[in-house]
């Protein structure tokens, strides 16, 4: 049984910086891709980025490219979110996600908070 947890949430100023941290296990974490979503109040949950299995190939949302990496240590069963020059826009819940076979695994999500 797949498990996730993330964790790094918090409040920060418009134009910061924020680090998220997802710890998974339960799967063979370094044969699967990971990604990472976000929900805001009122709104469709919407995929952030997301990162090969080996971590050689990522890819983002127009809306946070250059802004946000994504990256995963293989060796730690990790895949982090760094975030940079955040707007309030950004406010939302992240969540860090993994389709095994036919099941898709959530962890609880992490609140991020843009404000001034």
């Known amino acids: 049984q797949g498990q996730i947890v993330e964790s790094g949430g918090g409040l920060v100023q418009p134009g910061g910086s924020l680090r998220l941290s997802c710890a998974a296990s339960?799967?063979?974490?370094?044969?699967?891709?990971m990604r990472w979503y976000r929900q805001a109040p009122g709104k469709e949950r919407e995929m952030v980025a997301v990162?090969?299995?080996?971590?050689?190939?990522?890819n983002y949302a127009d809306s946070v490219k250059g802004r946000f990496t994504i990256s995963r240590d293989n060796a730690k069963n990790t895949v982090s979110l760094q975030m940079s020059s955040l707007k309030p826009e950004d406010t939302a819940v992240y969540y860090c996600?993994?389709?095994?076979?036919?099941?898709?695994?959530w962890g609880q999500g992490t609140q991020v908070t843009v404000a001034s």
């Open positions: 996600n993994v389709d095994v076979a036919a099941t898709r695994y």
């Open positions: 990162i090969s299995s080996a971590g050689g190939v990522t």
């Open positions: 339960g799967f063979t974490f370094s044969s699967y891709a």
